[in-house]
């Protein structure tokens, strides 16, 4: 079989290195420089929309968190109607008898008060999430020379 | 991507541009196809940067990469190779060749080599190319390419003498 050995005469060796190394056209490292400038701005848009999507859902779950502890924790509302919370996993339960139970409650829409506090709430939530994402592009933006 | 890895991203450019261009030109034989699949190369090098661990040399790494692009896009474009006999194969020589070629002046030998490499096979060509041309060893080839090192060494012995003996049948040719 065949290994490159110097001291062997290897006509193909001595044609190849005849050969010329071909060059790329001019503007080669343009077009790359481009698609490389296109890829990097579809990335820079999906994660984007992925922050966005992210942003959204979090603050949905931050308002619901938020307006479940505000009605588990008043349980004078009265029942204007009612619902069932799921079972909790029964080692949880005990684990957290002292902190939590679960609420068997009747609840009422709130009052003015209450459920501007909730708005209120959410309302901070949303825009203190909206405030970080705004800020993250800025900061992001600034270091990418954008 | 960082400052530092965009510099390493240029560097990289600047000295693999014309090898990898050249190498892929004369596997798939085509100017803009060439282009086109060096420019795929390295917007898979410039996204996998970040991942090369250095567990590999940088150069082979190259390669590797633009073997299995070159080689992909033969595969969807096969063409017809010359079909040799193996006891034609065994019986040729380079001495054989090497007095033959010795009469012709050097641009002659470069375009009878380019004519010989359009019978090989893709695959067969772009395994030369590595050994001869970019002077890999046959244990990068076998990096470079994911086969074995005792493959390599069969597959190299094959081509070279197939390549002789299309070399071979140029000369009688041309004596006829």
Do not use: C
Request: net charge negative; no cysteine.
């Amino acid at each position: 079989m065949y290994e490159q050995q110097d001291n062997n005469k290897d006509v193909l060796k001595d044609l190849f290195r005849l050969m010329p190394e071909e060059k790329p056209s001019p503007s080669f490292r343009m077009q790359l420089m481009k698609k490389i400038a296109a890829e990097e701005e579809r990335s820079r848009v999906v994660a984007e929309r992925w922050n966005l999507a992210f942003l959204i859902i979090f603050s949905s779950l931050i308002v619901a968190l938020a307006v479940y502890f505000f009605l588990s924790l008043n349980p004078d509302w009265k029942a204007g109607f009612s619902f069932a919370l799921p079972d909790f996993n029964p080692i949880l339960q005990n684990s957290f008898a002292g902190i939590f139970h679960k609420p068997n409650m009747s609840a009422s829409i709130p009052d003015l008060h209450v459920g501007s506090s909730i708005f209120f709430i959410g309302a901070l939530v949303v825009v203190l999430l909206g405030g970080d994402y705004w800020m993250r592009r800025r900061y992001a933006r600034r270091h990418s020379g954008k | 991507m960082e400052k530092s890895s965009e510099t390493f991203f240029t560097e990289l450019l600047d000295r693999y541009e014309r090898p990898v261009f050249s190498l892929i030109l004369k596997i798939v034989r085509n100017r803009e196809d060439a282009e086109e699949l060096s420019q795929d190369v390295f917007m898979k090098i410039y996204r996998s940067l970040d991942k090369f661990r250095g567990e590999s040399n940088i150069s082979t790494w190259i390669y590797r990469i633009a073997w299995n692009t070159a080689i992909s896009f033969t595969r969807v474009s096969k063409h017809e190779s010359a079909d040799i006999d193996d006891s034609i194969i065994e019986n040729v020589s380079d001495s054989d060749v090497e007095s033959e070629m010795e009469r012709l002046d050097s641009e002659e030998r470069l375009s009878r080599l380019d004519k010989a490499m359009e019978q090989l096979q893709a695959d067969e060509r772009a395994l030369i190319l590595l050994f001869y041309m970019e002077e890999k060893t046959v244990a990068e080839v076998a990096t470079i390419t994911g086969l074995t090192v005792s493959n390599v060494k069969v597959k190299i012995f094959r081509i070279r003498q197939k390549l002789l003996v299309i070399l071979q049948k140029m000369e009688d040719k041309e004596y006829v």
